[in-house]
């Protein structure tokens, strides 16, 4: 089994940045992808950025622009940097392992003036 431990969520003003972290521990194969999800109440979970085994990168389009995504592929880590965060950002972030495949606990991240 795979367990993501997430961390950096927070409450931050509209135009601030927030860091996730999540650290992937357990039986993890080479080849996977990991990522963030995120589910605002009466939404749909929806893709925020995922990255593969080989540093390809994929970002909702929401996010496109103010989110970046990166992995420690040796400590099977990956990273999301959220900057010029809004209002509409405010989610519940789940981390995501395509082993599995596997979701973090989620971490909730408040944008508000």
């Known amino acids: 089994q795979v367990q993501l431990v997430e961390s950096g969520g927070g409450s931050v003003q509209p135009g601030g940045s927030l860091r996730l972290s999540c650290a992937a521990s357990g039986s993890i194969s080479g080849v996977n992808t990991m990522g963030w999800y995120r589910q605002a109440p009466g939404k749909q979970r929806e893709m925020v950025a995922l990255v593969d085994s080989v540093g390809n990168k994929l970002y909702g389009d929401s996010v496109k622009g103010r989110f970046t995504i990166s992995k420690e592929y040796a400590r099977n880590t990956a990273n999301l940097q959220m900057n010029s965060l809004q209002p509409e950002d405010t989610a519940v972030y789940y981390c995501?392992?395509?082993?599995?495949?596997?979701w973090g606990q989620g971490t909730q991240v408040t944008v508000s003036a």
């Open positions: 995501y392992h395509t082993l599995g495949p596997t």
